[in-house]
C-alpha cells in the first residue's frame, strides 16, 4: 500500500462548463485499508483529497488473547459461532494454522450454528470449507443480535468474533438473555505511530478547511474523536461536524460514536465503498449555494467557485470574502466586515481592496462583484421578485 501521510491533491482541471461533481470540495479521509482506492474514486470526481489513517489494524497472530480463546473454544466447542468481518475471520483461521489448530478449529465450528454478519464475512466463511446457516441483508450486528435473541440463547455457548473494538452492546445483551459468550478477539485497533497527519487533519477540521469526512469503521471515528480531546479540540470539530462538515460513513454501524454524539451523518444502502463514494457525490454538491449574479450563474463550493460551470480555484481570502458577500446577495458590506472576514485580518483596510481585486481576477467575471463607493461591496444580482426565496438558500 502506497505512504498514507496526509497529503492534499491537486485540484484536477475541468473541462468548460462540466466541472467534475466534487471540484471545488476538499474531502478527508480516516480509513487506513484501502485508502488508495477511496482516493483515486474521489480524485476522479474532481475532489481534493486530504489523507489521515486516524488508527492502524495490529494483528494477533501472536496473541496470548487470541491464542486462548481459540484453545477455550476447542476444549468446549461453541453452540453457535458469529462472524463480523471477512479479514477478521480469516485472519483468525490463519492464526490457528500456524499454531497448528487449524483441524481441530475448523472441526469444532463445523458443527456449531455459523451466522455471517455479512457477504464478506460469508465468504471467509466458505473459504475455510464451512458453510454459514444465516446472513442478515442489512449486513447489520443488530439484525444478527435480534435474530439470536429471537430464537433464544439461554444456556448456549456463543463465540463472537470480533472486528477491531469490542461489541459491548453486543455481547452484553447475548450474556443478560443467558448465553455464555467467548469474545475472539482478532485484531486491535490502536491509533497511528505518526499522529501528524491525524493532526493536519483535524486542524483542517477545525479551520473550515474541508468540506466532507469519510469514515469507514467505527474504531476510526473513535480514534479521531479521542485526538480531539487529547488536544483540547472536542468542541470546535464538533461544531464543524454539525454545521460546515459533510460526515459521510459506510454505514450505520460505523456512524454509531458520531451519531451519539449529536453529529447528523449519511450513509449509502449498501455498506460498500462505492455506494459511499457515490452518496457522498450526490450529498455534498447539494450543500452548495447558487445565485444568480450579473447575467451569470455563481456556485459556491467549498473551497471555489464556479461560473457558468466553469471552475474556477479561489485563494482562501478570496473565498472568505465571497462567502460574506453571498450571505447577504445584493447588499452592500462595509469594508471593515469584510476586513474582520480575511484570515489573520488586521486593521488595514487596503487588505480588503488586495484581496478583492485577487477574487475578481479569480472569478474571471469582474462585474459579479460591485463596488459602492465609500461604502463597501456587494454581488451584483440579477433582479427578482424576492430575491432572498430564490437565492438565498443552497439545497
Aim: net charge neutral; charged share 25%.
Amino acid at each position: 500500500m502506497a505512504d498514507l501521510t496526509a497529503e492534499a491533491t491537486a485540484r484536477p482541471a475541468a473541462a468548460p462548463d462540466t466541472a467534475p461533481p466534487l471540484a471545488g470540495y476538499t474531502v478527508g479521509i480516516t480509513a487506513a485499508r484501502r485508502a488508495d482506492e477511496l482516493a483515486a474514486l474521489l480524485q476522479r470526481r474532481g475532489a481534493t483529497v486530504l489523507r489521515a489513517p486516524a488508527l492502524r489494524i495490529v494483528p494477533l497472530a501472536d496473541d496470548a488473547d487470541l491464542l486462548a480463546a481459540t484453545r477455550d473454544l476447542v476444549a468446549a466447542p461453541p453452540d453457535i459461532a458469529v462472524a463480523t468481518t471477512g479479514i477478521g475471520f480469516r485472519g483468525w483461521i490463519e492464526a490457528a494454522e500456524g499454531w497448528g489448530l487449524f483441524d481441530d478449529l475448523i472441526g469444532v465450528l463445523g458443527k456449531a450454528v455459523v451466522l455471517a454478519r455479512g457477504p464478506k464475512a460469508k465468504g471467509a466463511i466458505r473459504a475455510a470449507g464451512l458453510r454459514e446457516e444465516w446472513s442478515p441483508e442489512s449486513e447489520s450486528s443488530v439484525e444478527v443480535l435480534e435474530r439470536l435473541l429471537d430464537q433464544g440463547v439461554d444456556g448456549r455457548r456463543i463465540a463472537v468474533q470480533l472486528h477491531g473494538a469490542p461489541l459491548r452492546d453486543f455481547v452484553e445483551s447475548l450474556r443478560a438473555a443467558g448465553a455464555e459468550v467467548v469474545e475472539v478477539p482478532v485484531y486491535r485497533w490502536l491509533p497511528p505511530v505518526d499522529l501528524a497527519p491525524v493532526d493536519r487533519l483535524l486542524d483542517a477540521c477545525c479551520n473550515g478547511a474541508l468540506d466532507a469526512l469519510t469514515f469507514t469503521s467505527a474504531p476510526a471515528a473513535i480514534s479521531l474523536l479521542e485526538r480531539a480531546a487529547q488536544r483540547g479540540r472536542t468542541a470546535e470539530l464538533l461544531h464543524a461536524l454539525r454545521r460546515d462538515i459533510l460526515p459521510v460513513c459506510v454505514g450505520p454501524v460505523t456512524a454509531a460514536p458520531l451519531e451519539e454524539l449529536d453529529v447528523a451523518t449519511v450513509w449509502p444502502e449498501r455498506m460498500r465503498l462505492g455506494a459511499m463514494v457515490q452518496t457522498l457525490t450526490a450529498r455534498l454538491p447539494e450543500r452548495a449555494r447558487r445565485l444568480a449574479v450579473a447575467g451569470h450563474t455563481l456556485e459556491l463550493r467549498g473551497q471555489a467557485a464556479l461560473v457558468d460551470g466553469d471552475l474556477r480555484p479561489v485563494p482562501p481570502a478570496g473565498m472568505a470574502l465571497l462567502r460574506v458577500l453571498a450571505r447577504r446577495p445584493g447588499w452592500v458590506v462595509p469594508r471593515a466586515e469584510l476586513l474582520r472576514a480575511l484570515p489573520g485580518s488586521g486593521d488595514d483596510e487596503h487588505a480588503v481592496e488586495t484581496a478583492m481585486a485577487r477574487l475578481r481576477a479569480s472569478l474571471g467575471a469582474p462585474r459579479l462583484i460591485a463596488t459602492v463607493v465609500k461604502r463597501g461591496y456587494r454581488l451584483a444580482v440579477d433582479p427578482v421578485a424576492d430575491p432572498g426565496e430564490k437565492y438565498g438558500a443552497g439545497a
